[in-house]
């Protein structure tokens, strides 16, 4: 039972690149979620989807896109990488309702240089 | 900015001694977590407490909740050294979103 598998799980940028960070959950959950984690600190939503074809800022949004390409998947864009992306990128998944628990993937490591 | 404010921010204690943790948060909430994150991984999901209740119990793990004082404490008893780990709690607001704390870093000495 795979759950949020997430890809790739280390990455080094120079300055101005572009990438995606994918994400893909078989859990058939509604939503999903990109945080960030900066050391020391809790995670700061990026982005979140509430259901296929929708989705929102969270708090810390600038620099980044996201699609909802399916059910399964959601991926995140840095269009031009800036030092301050270098972090650590969740993905989560939940079902949603009234519990809203959410699972998380093992994390891709950024390093924008 | 984030809602849930953490304390302490590291803990250190012996095997087998209990280890305590608060969260305190701003806002009305729908329900508060618990999380777990072993160093290199993502966060795993522990317990959850509903805003109308006011302790919950899993195994060693004892989660309260005064809605009064907006503060959640987590237990954990008879500590052990794979509890070594940080600990974050999340508040549910609504609209299928949850705000992390800063988290507790519990350390368990052997």
């Known amino acids: 039972n795979a759950g949020v598998t997430q890809t790739p799980k280390f990455q080094v940028l120079k300055t101005g690149q572009s990438m995606t960070l994918q994400c893909a959950q078989d859990m058939n959950h509604n939503s999903m979620y990109w945080y960030r984690q900066d050391p020391g600190m809790g995670l700061r939503l990026i982005y979140y989807?509430?259901?296929?074809?929708?989705?929102d800022k969270g708090e810390v949004p600038n620099g980044y896109n996201v699609s909802r390409l399916n059910k399964r998947e959601f991926s995140l864009r840095l269009e031009s990488a800036a030092p301050s992306q270098t972090s650590v990128y969740f993905c989560a998944s939940s079902g949603g309702g009234t519990k809203n628990i959410q699972y998380f993937g093992a994390g891709t490591r950024l390093s924008v240089l | 900015s984030q809602q849930g404010e953490e304390d302490p921010q590291a803990l250190s204690i012996q095997e087998g001694e209990n280890a305590t943790m608060n969260c305190s948060y701003k806002?009305?909430?729908?329900?508060l977590q618990w999380y777990r994150q072993n160093s290199g991984r993502g966060l795993v999901h522990l317990i959850l407490i509903r805003s109308n209740e006011r302790e919950k119990h899993s195994g060693r793990l004892r989660v309260t909740l005064d809605t009064s004082k907006k503060s959640s404490s987590l237990l954990i008893t008879a500590s052990r050294a794979a509890d070594t780990a940080s600990y974050f709690c999340a508040t549910d607001q609504g609209a299928q979103k949850l705000v992390f704390g800063q988290g507790t870093r519990l350390t368990i000495n052997p």
């Open positions: 989807s509430a259901s296929e074809g929708t989705t």
């Open positions: 806002t009305s909430i729908n329900n």
